[in-house]
């Protein structure tokens, strides 16, 4: 999709092949959320879009997207890492939907002053005191789950 400032990004999609198993996956170091800001900041008000980038109309736009990136997926099996079989055109569109609902998120969090890398850390620090690893590895329940199991367990204890 092509759908205004999230466009900014342009360029080469960012899809890479599969990789090998045992390989660990990086992002590229040289790009920043910080950069990214700067340069939709910029790719806005060159076009007289800033006008048109209020919080709410960022946030319809951003789930517009990511109902396109799920169409990437859709009627397909389960998908493995690092998309085995996926051709370079599908890799390619998967790249794009994913930096337009990036570009969007990053856009919004401009809009709304909300310091996203910082909220990251903090949101990550916040999952990890609701999902303690010796308690939760392992399993995908809901962290409510695990507190009305550690309660009950209280209540039957001698």
Known sequence: SSVGAADAAGGGGGATDAEEPGQRFA?????????LRGELADFA????????HAPRNLALAMVGEVGELCECFQWKSEVAEGLPGWSDKDRTHLAQE???????????????RVDLPQAALDKLSLNAA??????????????????????QGALSAP
């Open 130 to 151: 609701k999902y303690p690893a010796a308690l939760v590895r392992g399993s995908s329940r809901k962290y409510n789950e695990y507190k009305l199991e550690s309660r």
């Open 98 to 112: 994913l930096a337009d609902v990036l570009l969007y998120l990053c856009r919004l969090a401009h809009k709304c």
């Open 27 to 35: 992002f590229s170091p040289s790009v920043t959320l910080e950069q």
């Open 45 to 52: 008000l060159e076009r007289d879009w800033d006008q048109f």
